[in-house]
């Protein structure tokens, strides 16, 4: 079964009752568009029957479904068994097992800052020697994927700890293409565009945002993601580092200048609905719905690749909403930044299976056996987007491959005291009135009383 995953009938005709029996395996090996040569091509070098790679991570529920399937083609191509373990308190069972001595050999991380920390104090493995040459070539904007994973060891030599894989996407404007159509509008290729887009939907009498901060004890997150992506937008990317990680402090005049950016949009009465009075109290996962009105109480609405969740039920992302790039300054020349956030593969306890299963992870199927299944998004290059299960899905992946820069959202790698806390309420003080500059200095003097 190992050596040649569909080199003759009687191996597809197991891996068919297989995926009827047990539904471990949903796609046939050898049909389709999927890059079945690059699963043969791990077969060919492994044989690991009765060895056993232990991962655990946080995607329960339907995500456990999901990567369990594609887990199972790792299975049948090597012999090894897979155990994936999800968990809501990941962050805190991993550190617990690697301290007692008890890991797992892989954890996947929902962000880079827990996988440093681990880093330094000795409890994650460097990656195999030339992986960050394979990120940099393999993957899109690929040195921004080796910077996210390369952290300070113990004896604080960098080394690159983590493998990215499924990544979301933040950089997205939904707008009503029914709408536009109708007014005439053409989807905006830069910011200077948007800009004047946004004018000319006052001008033509309707209300251009629909932009809401409202969520309970988190009230404040989405213009967060607004300022970081303004950053990106007016600042290279190693300033927005610096910022991350408090060298160039919250107070510093670009950081200040990405907030008032935030504020051209939602500080302007007749920019946003309901004015910019109703930004702070609008409940996010309501903020969209001024979209689908008719007509219409706004044409565009910035946020992430999730929000098709909070849309009216029955919605047809491609028919009665679309999305765009959220665009970069052309007059700025800093490529097409992206924002996002993502999982990334660390190794808490190296075998021969372990790092054999990292190869299969580099391996264009290991991909698109989740594309195929939905709800992923990879910056993976060499995969086909054919096997994306939606054109959607499939149109947000070129974006993401289509990026010169990829960065983690700021405020999940800052300290839970600024990311998420200082830096939400302080967006709320600013699109109630309180000058940016104010703002920026009691976020920055909330980070130094904690250091």
């Not at 493998?163 to 290729?189: M, Q």
């Not at 800093?334 to 190296?350: D, S, Y």
């Amino acid at each position: 079964m190992k050596n040649t995953l569909y080199a003759g009938v009687a191996f597809c005709a197991l891996a068919a009752g297989a995926a009827q029996a047990g539904g471990h395996l949903p796609f046939t090996p050898g049909e389709g568009d999927f890059n079945w040569d690059s699963l043969n091509a791990i077969a060919d070098q492994y044989d690991l029957t009765g060895q056993t790679v232990e991962i655990t991570g946080p995607w329960t529920g339907n995500e456990k479904e999901k990567v369990d399937k594609v887990f199972a083609y790792f299975t049948e191509a090597t012999g090894a068994t897979v155990n994936y373990s999800g968990s809501d308190s990941f962050e805190q069972d991993i550190v617990v097992s690697t301290r007692a001595g008890s890991a797992p050999n892989l954890a996947v991380f929902p962000q880079p800052g827990l996988a440093a920390d681990m880093a330094s104090q000795g409890l994650l493995t460097p990656l195999a020697d030339g992986t960050a040459d394979w990120v940099r070539d393999n993957f899109a904007a690929g040195q921004s994927w080796v910077d996210l994973g390369t952290y300070a060891g113990p004896d604080g030599a960098e080394a690159l700890y983590g493998l990215f894989y499924r990544v979301d996407v933040k950089s997205f404007v939904w707008y009503n293409p029914i709408a536009f159509d109708e007014a005439g509008y053409d989807i905006p290729e830069t910011m200077e565009e948007l800009k004047e887009l946004t004018d000319q939907i006052v001008d033509d009498g309707g209300t251009p945002w629909c932009i809401g901060l409202g969520s309970g004890a988190a009230t404040g997150w989405p213009a967060t993601d607004w300022v970081e992506d303004l950053m990106l937008r007016t600042q290279p990317p190693s300033v927005y580092d610096d910022w991350v990680t408090n060298d160039m402090k919250f107070d510093d005049p670009r950081l200040i200048a990405a907030i008032e950016e935030f504020g051209y949009f939602a500080r302007n009465d007749d920019y946003v609905s309901g004015g910019a009075a109703a930004v702070a109290t609008t409940d996010f996962r309501d903020s969209p719905a001024g979209l689908f009105a008719i007509p219409p109480e706004c044409y565009m609405h910035r946020q992430a690749s999730f929000i098709p969740a909070f849309f009216p039920e029955g919605t047809v992302v491609g028919e009665d909403v679309d999305f765009f790039y959220f665009p970069a300054y052309a007059e700025k020349d800093l490529g097409k930044p992206v924002l996002g956030a993502g999982t990334l593969f660390g190794i808490t306890k190296p075998s021969e299976a372990t790092s054999a299963f990292l190869e299969f992870l580099k391996a264009p199927i290991a991909h698109e056996l989740w594309m195929a299944q939905g709800g992923f998004l990879t910056a993976h290059a060499g995969v086909n987007p054919a096997t994306y299960s939606e054109d959607s899905l499939r149109a947000q992946g070129d974006i993401l491959l289509q990026a010169t820069t990829f960065r983690f959202d700021a405020s999940d790698l800052m300290p839970g005291e600024i990311g998420a806390g200082a830096f939400w309420t302080g967006m709320v003080d600013y699109v109630t009135g309180t000058d940016a500059s104010e703002v920026a200095a009691g976020i920055q003097a909330r980070w130094d009383s904690i250091q």
